[in-house]
């Protein structure tokens, strides 16, 4: 029977350098089963505490937000070749960037009428295709000229058989009135909460938050959130890490402003094998991301 020896390391963060909160994690979106830990059933809440509590009972302590896992032998869970989380996150729990080249961006459009003008529903664009129009908020992001859009998502054309980058971009707006401080507070009362996310972005309210920053555009301050999902089950997989969670198979490039009480939002979703392919123009995307008022 072949044996997997792996070792987790979690490293816990209350405070980063860019000067907003991060929280110990609540992790819920790894648990295979509550019956790796417990040998019982239990709601979401206590698989939440099992997991922290096997975490914590192995002896790991915190000092940054991390996942770094090690192997003696070939994890049952990597696909190509290494371990999948070394490839994916540095060892302070930030995701990867890839090789840096120059690349040429071509910028997707955005207008909308302000906040008083549609309070009340969601404004949104999915990959540069916008529900509502109008001309005194202008947001704008850029994407790489390789990239291919089709019906499924983004495919690199740089790439030997142009290997798929991205699933979806999706821009939106919260439609009722938000203070900035909620984003201040976002890592302590829940990602998913804070942003308001619409029913198709409900995966980040018990996705993992992964790390965190701020970004300055003039006036504006800009949050950034590197977070990642996992299945809940994982048990016939070969991705099954045998210690009753499973590796993360989802990754989410968010962006947040608040501009005149408007909550605007970009989210860049790819899975696993396209961060691999596009990790460095995922992250350019997000940090273009911009916002003003007419």
């Known amino acids: 029977m072949r044996r997997v020896f792996a070792s987790i390391v979690l490293l816990l963060a209350c405070h980063n350098s860019s000067g907003f909160t991060l929280p110990c994690l609540e992790s819920r979106a790894h648990r295979s089963t509550a019956h790796a830990l417990q040998g019982a059933s239990h709601d979401e809440s206590t698989e939440t505490n099992s997991r922290r509590s096997f975490i914590l009972g192995a002896g790991i302590l915190s000092t940054q937000l991390s996942y770094v896992f090690s192997s003696g032998n070939q994890p049952a869970w990597a696909e190509d070749g290494g371990d999948m989380t070394k490839q994916l996150f540095n060892e302070d729990g930030s995701l990867k960037e890839g090789e840096v080249e120059e690349a040429k961006f071509r910028t997707v459009d955005i207008a909308w009428a302000d906040l008083s003008e549609s309070e009340g529903k969601y404004l949104f664009s999915i990959d540069g295709k916008a529900s509502d129009s109008g001309s005194k908020v202008r947001l704008s992001y850029k994407v790489p000229e390789k990239w291919q859009q089709d019906s499924d998502g983004y495919y690199d054309k740089s790439t030997t058989g142009t290997l798929k980058a991205c699933e979806r971009i999706t821009v939106y707006r919260a439609p009722f009135k938000v203070n900035p401080e909620q984003l201040v507070k976002a890592a302590t009362i829940g990602i998913g909460e804070a942003l308001y996310v619409p029913e198709d972005l409900k995966i980040l309210k018990k996705a993992d938050l992964l ?44 962006s947040a402003v608040v501009v005149d009480d408007a909550l605007y939002v970009l989210a860049a979703a790819c899975d696993k094998s396209e961060w691999k392919v596009a990790n460095a123009d995922l992250k350019r995307v997000r940090s273009s991301f911009s916002v003003n008022l007419a």
């Open 211 to 254: 790390s965190g920053k701020t970004r300055k555009q003039g006036d504006l301050m800009f949050y950034d959130f590197d977070m990642a999902s996992a299945p809940k089950e994982c048990e016939m997989s070969p991705e099954n890490l045998g210690l009753g969670f499973c590796p993360f198979n989802s990754i989410y490039l968010i």
